[in-house]
């Protein structure tokens, strides 16, 4: 796995943001990088919420001046086929940010139901108990919390496989780590998430 490098700053410890590619949104990030290739100046990135979109949409937007739309689905249809005209005539790329692509993302006007169809997909998979494991390691190393370094891999196997689940623990964890200034341990963990359901500490009797 490997990470990206985004032109944004955030109020985290090290010099910026970075996005994790990992198997789940590599295929993505390839298709955008190859956006001259598309066919298409216009590319629809479909993924789950907390899987990385906004950031691999503002890396998108910094690499190619692009325009972009955020929760396309839920944006008015007639302004979409605007966006899509305007940005065709000013040669410039145009993402389109949503939960599913279309025909799971039901686009009623025929216009631009028409157009999105031959719009590439940038998709983002749901993550598998390697990359939680990764996200979370990425995210507490990204706050600059301490942690064991079998903390990742056993929260991972008790976390829903929810990009928004792993986010919410990892939240949780830095705000814990931030309260305390101690280290995120797996005997910390237990303790904190023994009466939660974020996590079921018993779900591997090996620990």
């Known amino acids: 796995m490997s990470q990206l490098p985004l032109p944004i700053g955030w109020p985290r410890r090290g010099e910026g943001e970075s996005l994790l590619i990992?198997?789940?949104n590599s295929d993505a990030i390839a298709l955008?990088?190859?956006?001259r290739d598309g066919g298409s100046h216009c590319f629809i990135l479909a993924g789950p919420r907390?899987?990385?979109r906004s950031l691999i949409s503002a890396w998108f937007a910094a690499e190619t001046g692009a325009a972009l739309a955020d929760d396309a689905q839920e944006q008015d249809e007639q302004h979409l086929f605007n966006l899509w005209n305007e940005t065709r005539d000013a040669g410039q790329p145009l993402l389109l940010i949503a939960r599913e692509a279309p025909p799971v993302w039901a686009v009623t006007l025929p216009d631009l139901r028409t157009r999105l169809a031959a719009a590439p997909?940038?998709?983002i998979a749901?993550?598998?108990e390697a990359i939680a494991a990764a996200l979370i390691a990425h995210g507490l190393e990204q706050a600059g919390s301490a942690f064991a370094p079998d903390v990742p891999e056993f929260i991972a196997r008790r976390t829903e496989r929810?990009?928004?689940?792993?986010d919410a623990t990892v939240q949780r964890l830095n705000a814990v780590s931030l309260a305390s200034g101690q280290k995120i341990s797996v005997a910390s963990?237990?303790?904190l998430f023994c009466n939660e359901t974020a996590i079921n500490p018993g779900a591997d009797q090996s620990f």
């Open 121 to 123: 997909v940038a998709r």
């Open 126 to 128: 749901p993550p598998d």
């Open 189 to 191: 963990i237990r303790a």
């Open 50 to 52: 907390k899987a990385g």
């Open 162 to 166: 929810c990009y928004e689940a792993i």
């Open 22 to 24: 990992h198997a789940a």
């Open 32 to 35: 955008l990088r190859a956006w």
